[in-house]
């Protein structure tokens, strides 16, 4: 690439529809971060005018899927594992197994999360895309609106660009199924060893908590967050969408007046991660060959 050119702007398909309502903010936060977001209703996708191969990252926003009447992330998951597509046997699971085969990422948030779990997707120690774990009530009971804090586990075996040069940040938590149930021992211990609990609820003091409020559901393994073992697809509960400018923290008047206000919210890193991962990609991508 001519020194002149710039890398492509990585590309983020948002889905929307039946539900789904955090789409603006997960477009705002891409565009923040020097990517080009399309939101589009998922009909689009599974009646063939829009392909995910068109894109770099496929996104599920948070919101309330199908009402979470049968569970959150159920009804949804179950459409993009069975709904057959334009092709003949083909589903939107087929194409995104495809899509993460070919390097490409895939992000989803509170909802979203509990769709990618449901899926398979995530944690996917089988590599068969089968649901091995699962997100439900919260511990509480109840619905919990709050903010917390988040601390990056460092021992992934394969880290996701995502939480690149992360160690712990705030965001707030909206949900009343976010609680983690892992279902067996041997499965506990897999996720473990690979660290593909990228994220758990941390105390003020940045160390992992399993204490109510700030593990606002219970999480086995005080988990916020999960990766697959590529590192390519990422889900959490909180919502990093919701941080993207430091006027959106619920402090920002005593921050301010202490001098401790910046610009940008903690949650929109996780975007400029995944944004600045992907040019570079395509700069390496793009750079002529050398000879010795």
């Given at each position: 690439?001519?020194?002149?050119?710039?890398?492509?702007?990585?590309?983020?398909?948002?889905?929307?529809?039946?539900?789904?309502?955090?789409?603006?903010?997960?477009?705002?936060?891409?565009?923040?971060?020097?990517?080009?977001?399309?939101?589009?209703?998922?009909?689009?996708?599974?009646?063939?005018?829009?392909?995910?191969?068109?894109?770099?990252?496929?996104?599920?926003?948070?919101?309330?899927?199908?009402?979470?009447?049968?569970?959150?992330?159920?009804?949804?998951?179950?459409?993009?594992?069975?709904?057959?597509?334009?092709?003949?046997?083909?589903?939107?699971?087929?194409?995104?197994?495809?899509?993460?085969?070919?390097?490409?990422?895939?992000?989803?948030?509170?909802?979203?999360?509990?769709?990618?779990?449901?899926?398979?997707?995530?944690?996917?120690?089988?590599?068969?895309?089968?649901?091995?774990?699962?997100?439900?009530?919260?511990?509480?009971?109840?619905?919990?609106?709050?903010?917390?804090?988040?601390?990056?586990?460092?021992?992934?075996?394969?880290?996701?660009?995502?939480?690149?040069?992360?160690?712990?940040?705030?965001?707030?938590?909206?949900?009343?199924?976010?609680?983690?149930?892992?279902?067996?021992?041997?499965?506990?211990e897999r996720i473990t060893d690979l660290g593909l609990n990228c994220l758990t609820y941390a105390g003020h003091?940045?160390?992992?908590?399993?204490?109510?409020?700030?593990?606002?559901?219970?999480?086995?393994?005080?988990?916020?967050?999960?990766?697959?073992?590529?590192?390519?697809?990422?889900?959490?509960?909180?919502?990093?969408?919701?941080?993207?400018?430091?006027?959106?923290?619920?402090?920002w008047g005593l921050k301010k007046r202490r001098g401790e206000l910046k610009e940008e919210g903690e949650g929109?890193?996780?975007?400029?991660?995944?944004?600045?991962?992907?040019?570079?990609?395509?700069?390496?991508?793009?750079?002529?060959?050398?000879?010795?």
């Amino acid at each position: 690439m001519a020194e002149h050119e710039q890398a492509p702007m990585p590309k983020a398909l948002i889905l929307t529809g039946f539900g789904i309502n955090c789409e603006e903010e997960m477009a705002a936060a891409y565009r923040l971060a020097g990517g080009e977001a399309t939101i589009v209703h998922l009909n689009e996708v599974l009646h063939g005018r829009v392909s995910i191969h068109d894109f770099d990252i496929l996104n599920f926003p948070g919101g309330f899927s199908f009402g979470d009447d049968l569970g959150s992330g159920v009804v949804l998951a179950n459409k993009l594992r069975y709904r057959q597509t334009g092709d003949a046997g083909r589903t939107l699971l087929s194409d995104i197994r495809e899509f993460v085969a070919a390097g490409k990422f895939v992000l989803g948030i509170c909802n979203g999360f509990q769709v990618l779990v449901k899926l398979g997707l995530l944690p996917n120690l089988g590599g068969d895309f089968q649901p091995e774990v699962t997100l439900t009530h919260n511990a509480s009971g109840r619905y919990e609106n709050r903010w917390v804090r988040l601390k990056v586990n460092p021992t992934a075996k394969t880290p996701t660009p995502f939480l690149s040069g992360l160690t712990s940040f705030e965001v707030p938590v909206r949900h009343g199924e976010g609680r983690l149930v892992v279902p067996d021992a041997a499965t506990r211990e897999r996720i473990t060893d690979l660290g593909l609990n990228c994220l758990t609820y941390a105390g003020h003091d940045d160390q992992e908590t399993g204490t109510y409020p700030l593990n606002p559901n219970g999480a086995d393994l005080n988990c916020a967050g999960l990766t697959d073992p590529t590192g390519h697809i990422f889900g959490l509960m909180p919502h990093p969408e919701a941080y993207l400018a430091g006027c959106n923290h619920p402090d920002w008047g005593l921050k301010k007046r202490r001098g401790e206000l910046k610009e940008e919210g903690e949650g929109l890193a996780i975007f400029k991660n995944i944004v600045t991962h992907l040019k570079h990609r395509a700069q390496e991508a793009s750079a002529p060959a050398t000879h010795a």
